[in-house]
């Protein structure tokens, strides 16, 4: 039989159903509209991404939200949500627009960063926002801090509560009151680039 169904909409709005862990680049280029995928999906899903929603309800593969080759921006608009675990590199080279994991990230979230958001509600995994010159990666859960970050404060971020606020609402995203009124540790860096990027990580104290 057929690996998947496909559906469109007048719309604008397309829904995938069935596993499509072995389709690479799902939703590549996208500018406007919304994909919904009812599985998982491949490596570089969203990758250069401009606008619209991609919504995948399973994991997703390495680099989502990612750059083409070489290209120097990823991700510049949109918003991309991923409902379980992802691979390595999400956002990477990421310029604008958010990126969404409810599961664990493999690795390197967000490396490269020029700008956007990257919000983990799972771990993070190894080397989180590396050479990062600008940008937020929030993380709810286990976030090794890079060794060319520091640590700025500890405080409510009002921006953030309202991102988390509208992922519930729009999407049915279920998060937790503790992440949305609590207290986040910021640390800046990559100090080893130009510094001005965040790592928010989400503390019960």
């Known amino acids: 039989g057929d690996l998947f169904e496909v559906a469109g909409a007048p719309a604008g709005r397309i829904r995938f159903e069935g596993d499509l ?29 401009s ?31 991923v409902r379980g675990r992802a ?13 969404v994991v409810a599961g664990d990230v493999a690795s390197h979230a967000g490396p490269g960063m020029i700008a956007g958001t990257v919000v983990v509600f799972g771990g993070t995994g190894a080397a989180p926002g590396r050479w990062s010159k600008r940008g937020s990666i929030v993380a709810m859960g286990l976030v090794p801090i890079p060794p060319t970050y520091r ?30 009124s609590g207290f986040y540790r910021r640390y800046s860096g990559d100090l080893a680039d130009l510094g001005r990027g965040e790592i928010l990580a989400w503390t019960p104290d």
């Open 87 to 99: 691979g390595a590199g999400p956002g990477t080279r990421m310029r604008r627009g958010l990126l």
């Open 21 to 49: 862990g072995r389709a690479d680049r799902l939703g590549a280029g996208l500018a406007e509209g919304e994909v919904v995928v009812e599985g998982s999906v491949g490596d570089e899903t969203g990758i250069g991404m």
């Open 151 to 180: 640590y700025a404060c500890t405080y409510r971020p009002d921006h953030l509560r309202l991102t988390l606020l509208r992922l519930r609402k729009r999407y049915q995203l279920a998060v937790d009151e503790r992440y949305v």
């Open 51 to 81: 606008g619209g929603v991609i919504d995948v309800r399973g994991d997703a593969g390495a680099r989502a939200g990612g750059a083409e080759g070489d290209a120097r921006r990823g991700m510049c608009g949109g918003e991309l949500l």
